[in-house]
């Protein structure tokens, strides 16, 4: 036969951690998340569209046309890469790039992805050709640019108006 005792402390303490419990999972549950920073720069992905389920070549398309970029029906390229596990300063400027549409290979280091390359059709005042490439992981896009041809030509965010030198 067993005897337990119980104090009142003991059933407090209890009580109190409990509660404690409850209020903690009741807050993560009803606050929104905080959007994510980049410094003291916020940043976030563009609005509506829509970066998930890209798995055929007319996704792809889909993709870029909510841009508003007409592309040719058939990738120009379509290469498996690997995104390194530590960044030289080019990959950090290009990542950067990424950031500023809301995306983050750092994420993805050490993973194999697809990138398709797309020449495009409509880029306005381009001379020569601008191609538009896609960084695919498991059927959702995680980074891409257009990019001139031209060795001293431009690469920028999908939207057409982030600009880097290349």
């Keep these: 036969m067993f005897v ?3 104090k009142a402390s003991t059933v407090r303490f209890f009580g109190i951690l409990m509660l404690s419990v409850i209020t903690l999972v009741t807050l993560v549950a009803l606050v929104p998340a905080a959007e994510p920073t980049m410094g003291s720069v916020r940043y976030s992905p563009v609005a509506g569209i829509n970066f998930a389920k890209i798995r055929t070549n007319d996704d792809r398309i889909a993709f870029l046309a909510q841009f508003g970029w007409e592309v040719e029906t058939l990738p120009k390229e379509e290469v498996s890469v690997t995104i390194p596990s530590e960044f030289d300063r080019v990959f950090v400027g290009y990542n950067q790039l990424q950031k500023q549409q809301g995306l983050d290979l750092g994420k ?3 993973k194999t992805v697809m990138r ?3 020449v495009v059709k409509n880029f306005p005042d381009a001379e020569g050709t601008v191609l538009a490439n896609l960084l695919v992981y498991r059927g959702r896009v995680i ?4 990019c001139s041809e031209d060795p001293q030509g431009f690469v920028r965010g999908f ?3 982030i600009r880097t030198t290349v």
């Design 4 to 6: 337990y005792s119980v």
């Design 108 to 110: 993805y280091r050490r």
């Design 116 to 118: 398709y390359t797309y």
């Design 143 to 146: 980074g891409g640019d257009l």
């Design 159 to 161: 939207d057409g108006k």
